[in-house]
């Protein structure tokens, strides 16, 4: 084994309360076996942590990783991964994101940053050309995450990448996020990692550098992004045209658009959230991450009237959170609390659905307008859900109660609350309903973070994504009862592969492969890696991560959804009537991946993977 | 049959809903080339020849939930949405 391209071969260890910064090598065998990414970070947080370990105490390590091909030409490859012990869950937490940071660490020589312990007083890391300093944070610390990006240019020019907390974070609010470049606002949102970075009191890691990063064969890759780019953006142009809010309609139509906190069924007003009606009045430009060639990315702008906003505009998550889920059909208002969580940083999916569940509890008089403070929590109340969000973001009044999540604020609430709590092992559900499509079920119930969309993407290859060489040669039926088990199996392997080599999932419907996954590996990094050892390490990755929850007491009895999901069909619309049966699909799980009974990982699966306890 | 549009292809049109008598059994193909036959002004948002049935990045057909191929037959009393792609986040 060589490598010859890609990795720098080595990270940042800094030490907080030590106020020490030092270089340390990764060993090729650690790049070979994870890759980098979620993979590697995956293997860091093991070994640094366990269930004792407090979420928001110094031993939890912060962890930013990117992948082999980041600043490369390889399609999207600019991403990074952030891991760290979720202070919302009590497990596993990671995220993914785009933008320009990744690739701007990887230019400063770096594959990766583990940031541990806390800081006296607010800090951010600076990283220029190779060299790492702290910094004092006074100057941004309490402001918003589009200031602070502003500020920390101003200080130290337009080319740094910034990632930073809001307020939010700061304030260790549960929902707190990652963001990245300022006002294009791009969210490492899930899992609450925002108010582990502010619980180390460090408010932004800022990179610049220009080393050019090596690949192998340069001729080789210019090939074969030639071949596969044209297929990327013709097979994504929907996503181009209307954002990653294209397929609002569709959704809607097939009874997979999130309404009314999972109660509601169809909703007349769907198009008035559109991708489409987002283009014909709001947009101003598209936006795309480094190395991206696909552009889903929204630039938008209200000038006036009580929803002024300019920026990111709303993701498809977004607006089925803010949107649908509170009954919100007004775009002006959903785009300008989409900026308001940005700039607070916090998580748009948790925060939405945390709104929704209060307006459920509003509605049937669980709490009431004194419980609110003196707001009228009703569905479709655009101006209620915009003064929610700043509750949430400045941890005031019931703001406090939700930014714990829906879980935590059931439990405090009491009583029936908890029927109204709509999660997967404390993770609020994304905008995607398990009973339009089975197989999310199953990935929501056993995903590694929590109910999570992405860990799985089983639903991408139940509309348009094919991966023949997984048995997967033409879109499956996304109501079918079989055929569960090792397909949901292989969807994790390939998201835990696309997350460890930090390439965007929206690849899969342009018509990348596991042979261009190899192919890059060959010509970026200089190795020859065969189907079954890419799949082994997607296979790996993913039982790691479940170790690491195992450890945290997870089991058979989390691997579930809330009763609404199990046993309350949608009443019309395209789901009308179907429910999952997540019971049957989790014993084919199981099965197909080597655990026994209740969930745990066997040992002769661990010793097949090379992961010993 | 009843044929529901939804934006763009009901703005083009100036109507959410047709209704359509089929006097045989159809495909949905030639559904979509009656529709824009009695529409042209539908002729460049739904050309049956336009649809990719491996993407769908055009348009999709949807009857009761259910994402149809070109070539699958329709009832007479079959209500189909015409409507954009489900491709996103």
Same mark, same amino acid.
């Given at each position: 084994?060589?490598?010859?391209?890609?990795?720098?071969?080595?990270?940042?260890?800094?030490?907080?309360?030590k106020?020490?910064?030092?270089?340390?090598?990764?060993?090729?065998? !650690?790049?070979?076996?994870?890759?980098?990414?979620?993979?590697?970070?995956? +293997?860091?947080?093991?070994?640094?942590?366990?269930?004792? /370990?407090?979420?928001?105490g110094?031993?939890?390590p912060?962890?930013?990783?990117?992948?082999p091909?980041?600043?490369?030409?390889?399609?999207?490859?600019?991403?990074?991964?952030?891991?760290?012990?979720?202070?919302l869950?009590?497990?596993?937490g990671?995220?993914?994101?785009?933008?320009? %940071?990744?690739?701007?660490?990887?230019?400063?020589?770096?594959?990766?940053?583990?940031i541990e312990?806390?800081?006296?007083?607010?800090?951010?890391?600076?990283?220029?050309?190779?060299?790492a300093?702290?910094? =004092?944070?006074?100057?941004?610390?309490?402001?918003?995450?589009y200031? /602070?990006? *502003?500020l920390?240019?101003?200080?130290?020019?337009?080319?740094?990448?910034?990632?930073?907390?809001?307020?939010?974070g700061?304030?260790?609010?549960?929902l707190s996020s990652i963001?990245?470049?300022?006002?294009?606002? *791009?969210?490492?949102?899930?899992?609450?990692?925002?108010?582990?970075?502010?619980?180390?009191?460090?408010k &932004?890691?800022?990179?610049?550098g220009?080393? /050019?990063?090596?690949? &192998?064969?340069?001729?080789?890759?210019?090939?074969?992004?030639?071949?596969?780019a044209?297929?990327?953006?013709?097979?994504?142009?929907?996503?181009?045209?209307?954002g990653?809010?294209a397929?609002?309609?569709?959704?809607?139509?097939?009874?997979?658009?999130?309404?009314?906190?999972?109660?509601?069924?169809t909703?007349?007003?769907i198009?008035?959230?559109s991708?489409?009606?987002?283009?014909?009045?709001?947009?101003?430009?598209?936006?795309?991450?480094?190395?991206?060639?696909? @552009?889903?990315?929204?630039?938008?702008?209200?000038? #006036?009237?009580?929803f002024?906003?300019?920026?990111?505009?709303p993701?498809?998550?977004?607006?089925?959170?803010?949107?649908?889920?509170?009954?919100?059909?007004?775009?002006?208002?959903?785009?300008?609390?989409?900026?308001?969580?940005n700039?607070?940083?916090?998580?748009?999916?948790s925060?939405?659905?945390?709104?929704?569940?209060?307006?459920?509890?509003?509605?049937k008089?669980?709490?009431?307008? =004194?419980?609110t403070?003196?707001?009228?929590?009703? %569905?479709?109340?655009?101006?209620?859900m915009?003064?929610?969000?700043?509750?949430?973001?400045r941890? #005031?009044?019931?703001?406090?109660?939700l930014?714990?999540?829906?879980?935590?604020?059931?439990a +405090?609430?009491?009583?029936?609350?908890?029927?109204?709590?709509?999660?997967?092992?404390?993770?609020?559900?994304?905008a995607?309903?398990?009973?339009?499509?089975?197989?999310?079920?199953?990935?929501?119930a056993?995903?590694?973070? @929590?109910?999570c969309?992405?860990?799985?993407?089983?639903?991408?290859?139940?509309?348009?994504?094919?991966?023949? #060489?997984?048995?997967?040669?033409?879109?499956?039926?996304?109501?079918?009862?079989?055929?569960?088990?090792?397909?949901?199996?292989?969807?994790?392997?390939?998201?835990?592969l696309?997350?460890?080599?930090?390439?965007?999932?929206?690849?899969?419907?342009?018509?990348?492969?596991?042979?261009?996954?190899?192919? %890059?590996?060959?010509?970026?990094?200089? %190795?020859?890696i065969?189907?079954?050892e890419?799949?082994e390490?997607?296979?790996?990755v993913?039982? !790691?991560k479940?170790?690491?929850?195992?450890?945290?007491?997870?089991?058979?009895?989390?691997d579930?959804?809330?009763?609404?999901i199990?046993?309350?069909?949608?009443r019309?619309?395209?789901?009308?009537?179907?429910l999952?049966?997540?019971?049957?699909?989790?014993? #084919?799980?199981?099965t197909?991946?080597?655990?026994?009974?209740d969930?745990i990982?066997?040992?002769? /699966?661990?010793?097949?993977?090379?992961?010993?306890w | 049959?009843?044929?529901? $549009?939804?934006?763009?292809f009901s703005?083009?049109?100036g109507?959410?809903?047709?209704?359509?008598? $089929?006097k045989?059994?159809?495909?949905?193909?030639?559904?979509?080339?009656?529709?824009?036959?009695?529409?042209?002004?539908?002729?460049?948002?739904?050309?049956?020849?336009?649809?990719?049935?491996?993407?769908?990045?055009? $348009?999709?057909?949807?009857?009761?939930?259910?994402i149809?191929? $070109?070539?699958?037959?329709?009832?007479?009393?079959?209500?189909?949405?015409?409507?954009?792609?489900?491709?996103?986040?």
């Open positions: 084994m060589s490598v010859l391209g890609g990795y720098c071969g080595k990270i940042l260890r800094v030490d907080l309360e106020k020490e910064i030092r270089e340390e090598t990764l060993p090729e065998e !650690l790049l070979r076996k994870y890759l980098g990414g979620s993979g590697i970070g995956a +293997r860091l947080l093991y070994d640094m942590t366990d269930e004792k /370990t407090d979420p928001l110094p031993g939890n912060l962890i930013y990783m990117t992948g091909f980041a600043g490369t030409p390889v399609p999207t490859s600019g991403r990074h991964q952030i891991i760290a012990k979720s202070p869950t009590g497990i596993y990671e995220g993914d994101v785009g933008g320009t %940071w990744g690739a701007g660490l990887k230019r400063c020589g770096f594959d990766g940053i583990v312990g806390q800081s006296g007083g607010p800090v951010y890391i600076l990283i220029e050309e190779g060299k300093s702290l910094e =004092d944070a006074g100057f941004i610390w309490g402001k918003d995450t200031e /602070t990006d *502003r920390i240019k101003e200080r130290h020019g337009e080319a740094v990448s910034v990632s930073c907390i809001g307020p939010s700061e304030k260790l609010v549960k963001m990245h470049d300022g006002k294009d606002a *791009r969210a490492v949102g899930r899992t609450g990692l925002g108010a582990v970075m502010g619980s180390k009191k460090l &932004a890691v800022v990179v610049s220009s080393r /050019t990063v090596k690949v &192998a064969d340069e001729n080789g890759l210019k090939q074969s992004i030639k071949d596969i044209p297929g990327i953006v013709k097979n994504t142009n929907a996503i181009k045209q209307h990653t809010a397929g609002v309609i569709g959704t809607e139509a097939i009874g997979d658009f999130p309404l009314k906190n999972w109660s509601g069924a909703w007349d007003k198009e008035n959230v991708g489409q009606r987002m283009t014909e009045t709001i947009l101003t430009g598209r936006y795309f991450c480094e190395s991206c060639i696909i @552009g889903c990315g929204r630039e938008v702008e209200v000038k #006036e009237g009580p002024v906003t300019g920026g990111a505009g993701e498809y998550e977004t607006i089925g959170t803010l949107g649908g889920m509170c009954l919100v059909d007004n775009l002006e208002a959903i785009a300008h609390g989409s900026e308001l969580c700039r607070y940083g916090i998580d748009t999916i925060t939405g659905s945390a709104i929704a569940f209060a307006m459920e509890l509003y509605e008089g669980l709490i009431g307008i =004194d419980d403070g003196g707001i009228e929590l009703t %569905w479709g109340n655009a101006e209620a915009v003064e929610m969000i700043h509750r949430i973001g941890k #005031e009044g019931i703001g406090e109660l930014g714990n999540g829906v879980r935590e604020a059931a +405090r609430i009491g009583g029936r609350a908890v029927e109204y709590a709509i999660h997967v092992k404390g993770l609020e559900f994304p995607h309903d398990p009973r339009a499509y089975n197989s999310l079920a199953l990935g929501y056993t995903s590694n973070r @929590g109910a969309h992405l860990q799985g993407a089983s639903y991408f290859f139940e509309k348009t994504a094919t991966m023949p #060489e997984l048995g997967i040669p033409e879109p499956k039926d996304r109501h079918r009862l079989d055929d569960q088990g090792e397909f949901q199996k292989n969807t994790q392997n390939i998201m835990c696309m997350d460890s080599l930090k390439l965007c999932k929206f690849l899969l419907y342009g018509g990348v492969r596991t042979t261009h996954m190899r192919e %890059w590996l060959k010509y970026v990094v200089g %190795w020859d065969g189907f079954e890419l799949m390490i997607g296979d790996r993913f039982n !790691l479940r170790m690491y929850n195992v450890k945290c007491g997870i089991s058979r009895k989390d579930t959804l809330p009763p609404r199990l046993s309350q069909p949608r019309e619309g395209g789901a009308k009537g179907n999952p049966h997540l019971g049957r699909m989790l014993n #084919e799980y199981y197909a991946r080597g655990w026994d009974d969930g990982p066997k040992q002769e /699966t661990l010793e097949k993977l090379r992961l010993t | 049959m009843v044929i529901k $549009l939804s934006a763009p703005e083009k049109l109507a959410r809903e047709i209704s359509m008598e $089929l045989d059994k159809a495909s949905l193909r030639s559904v979509l080339e009656l529709l824009v036959e009695r529409y042209p002004v539908l002729e460049e948002t739904i050309n049956p020849g336009r649809i990719d049935e491996s993407y769908g990045y055009a $348009l999709l057909c949807v009857n009761e939930g259910r149809m191929k $070109l070539d699958e037959r329709v009832n007479d009393g079959d209500t189909i949405r015409i409507i954009p792609p489900i491709m996103g986040g």
